[in-house]
C-alpha cells in the first residue's frame, strides 16, 4: 500500500540544524521530494532527489536518501526564522499522484 | 508565466448547497491534479485529469464529487450536496507532463468551509 509517514513536530532554535525525517513504503518510486506549507499557502518544493543518489546538497538543504530502509530525510542548516513551516515528504506513485507523508511541523524560536 | 490559479481562495457553503472549485493551470501544462487537505493533515490525492480525460480518479469518493478538464477553460471540481467533513483546503497542481519525475505546481489552494 501507499503510506508515507513523519514525526509531527519539531522544535530548534535558531542557528542550529533541523533534520526532518520520512519514511515511505513504494520502493518503485523514483523521485522523491521535500515540500514547504506555510500558514494559509499552497505547497513550495523545496528540493527532490533520483532514487539512484543517496545524497543531494543544495544550498542549505541535505536530502540524504536510504533506500534500502526506504527513509529520507531534509537537513536545514543554519536554521532561521523564516523556515517555520510545515514540511512535507511526497513520493511519486504510478508516475501520476503524489503520496504526501502527514508534515512535520518546524518551529524556529530565537 | 502565472502560476496555478485557484479561485475562489475561500468559499463558504450551507450544507446541501453546491460548490464549484475552479483551477487554471500554469501555461503549457496540460496535467491537473486535485488534492485535499484536511484540517491537520497532509494532503490526499483525489484526481489526476488530462484534457478532456479522466485519467485516475481512485481518489475521489464515489458520490458527490466530479472533476473536468475541459478542453477550453479552467479544471473544475464540484462537490454536490456538501457536508461539514467536506470542509477542507482544495488544492489543485499541474504538470507539463507526465513522467518519472512529475514535477507538480500547486495553487494557493481553495479552502471550504461548510457551515
Known amino acids: 500500500g501507499e503510506d508515507v509517514e513523519q514525526s509531527l513536530f519539531l522544535s530548534v532554535r535558531e542557528g542550529d540544524s533541523s533534520v526532518i525525517n520520512c519514511t515511505y513504503t513504494?520502493?518503485?518510486?523514483?523521485?522523491l521530494y521535500w515540500y514547504k506549507q506555510e500558514p494559509g499557502a499552497g505547497l513550495q518544493l523545496l528540493t527532490y532527489?533520483?532514487?539512484?543518489?543517496d545524497m543531494k546538497q543544495d544550498q542549505r538543504l541535505t536530502v540524504l536518501l536510504n533506500k534500502k530502509d526506504k527513509h529520507l530525510s531534509l537537513r536545514i542548516a543554519d536554521t532561521q526564522t523564516g523556515d517555520s513551516a510545515i514540511y512535507f515528504c511526497?513520493?511519486?506513485?504510478?508516475?501520476?499522484?503524489?503520496?504526501f507523508g502527514t508534515g512535520t511541523r518546524l518551529q524556529v524560536f530565537p | 508565466n502565472a502560476g496555478v490559479m485557484q479561485n475562489p481562495r475561500h468559499l463558504v457553503r450551507r450544507r446541501g448547497q453546491e460548490a464549484r472549485l475552479r483551477c487554471s493551470p500554469m501555461?503549457?501544462?496540460?496535467?491537473v491534479y486535485w488534492y485535499r487537505q484536511l484540517p491537520e493533515e497532509g494532503l490526499k490525492f483525489m484526481v489526476y485529469?488530462?484534457?478532456?480525460?479522466?485519467?485516475?480518479e481512485s481518489g475521489m469518493p464515489k458520490e458527490r464529487f466530479s472533476a473536468e478538464f475541459p478542453k477550453e477553460g479552467p479544471s473544475i471540481l464540484r462537490i454536490q450536496q456538501v457536508v461539514r467533513g467536506d470542509s477542507a483546503a482544495y488544492f489543485c497542481?499541474?504538470?507539463?507532463?507526465?513522467?518519472?519525475?512529475?514535477?507538480?505546481?500547486f495553487g494557493p489552494g481553495t479552502r471550504l468551509t461548510v457551515l
Open positions: 532527489i533520483f532514487s539512484n543518489m
Open positions: 511526497a513520493e511519486v506513485y504510478n508516475t501520476d499522484k503524489l503520496i
Open positions: 497542481a499541474s504538470s507539463p507532463r507526465a513522467d518519472s519525475y512529475n514535477e507538480q505546481f
Open positions: 485529469l488530462q484534457k478532456e480525460n479522466i485519467i485516475d
Open positions: 513504494d520502493s518503485s518510486s523514483t523521485y
Open positions: 501555461k503549457g501544462h496540460s496535467h
